[in-house]
T-cell receptor
Framework: DAGVIQSPRHEVTEMGQEVTLRCKPISGHNSLFWYRQTMMRGLELLIYFNNNVPIDDSGMPEDRFSAKMPNASFSTLKIQPSEPRDSAVYFC???????????????FGEGSRLTVL | DQQVKQNSPSLSVQEGRISILNCDYTNSMFDYFLWYKKYPAEGPTFLISISSIKDKNEDGRFTVFLNKSAKHLSLHIVPSQPGDSAVYFCAGNYGGSQGNLIFGKGTKLSVKP
């Protein structure tokens, strides 16, 4: 069974450019999370969706960041315009929102490493 | 305002000895806690969890202890192996399976042969 799939794995762009990161969650999972990893802040939750609906976007740093989930099998995280301080590894994760299974295990993708010059 | 704190950025242990990774939290609403392990260039992977109503959970070489009064949990790895060298993240979950996970900054464990 395929895991969480993220693309691109690496992105190098110049300041001011638009960046779009993509995620395909595990089939059947109905919660999707975007995290950002930096040395200073560790793994920060940016936003998460339940059944394609954004539940908590309080971690989105600025209006330059936006996330969408048009259907159960696809999500995007967009940064426009990008800045050097956005350089980080962005992880997408998914899990099954089930009232019985309570382990809360998230399955992570391999991440998208973004470098903004 | 960090809800989950891992105060040791790194830990070095000899192979065969015990590794103890610590985690403190401030949010009393966390209903369970999880440990994730991360190798370079890979996503974090789930290691072990514990419900907030338990004080211990064991899985093979890995044991997690929870002290609710102290708002502290720890991960014990016995015996430590070189393949355990990775970054370990502690996370607190609230809102059940409909909620989200808040992670600490991680502790880098190095197990020396």
């Amino acid at each position: 069974d395929a895991g969480v799939i993220q693309s691109p794995r690496h992105e190098v762009t110049e300041m001011g450019q638009e960046v779009t990161l993509r995620c395909k969650p595990i089939s059947g999972h109905n919660s999707l999370f975007w995290y950002r990893q930096t040395m200073m802040r560790g793994l920060e939750l940016l936003i998460y969706f339940n059944n394609n609906v954004p539940i908590d976007d309080s971690g989105m740093p600025e209006d330059r960041f936006s996330a969408k989930m048009p259907n159960a099998s696809f999500s995007t995280l967009k940064i426009q315009p990008s800045e050097p301080r956005d350089s980080a590894v962005y992880f997408c994760a998914s899990r099954l929102r089930d009232t019985v299974i309570r382990t809360g295990e998230l399955f992570f993708g391999e991440g998208s490493r973004l470098t903004v010059l | 305002d960090q809800q989950v704190k891992q105060n040791s950025p790194s830990l070095s242990v000899q192979e065969g000895r015990i590794s103890i990774l610590n985690c403190d939290y401030t949010n009393s609403m966390f209903d369970y806690f999880l440990w994730y392990k991360k190798y370079p260039a890979e996503g974090p992977t789930f290691l072990i969890s514990i419900s907030s109503i338990k004080d211990k959970n064991e899985d093979g070489r890995f044991t997690v202890f929870l002290n609710k009064s102290a708002k502290h949990l720890s991960l014990h790895i016995v015996p430590s192996q070189p393949g355990d060298s990775a970054v370990y993240f502690c996370a607190g979950n609230y809102g059940g399976s409909q909620g989200n996970l808040i992670f600490g900054k991680g502790t880098k464990l190095s197990v020396k042969p």
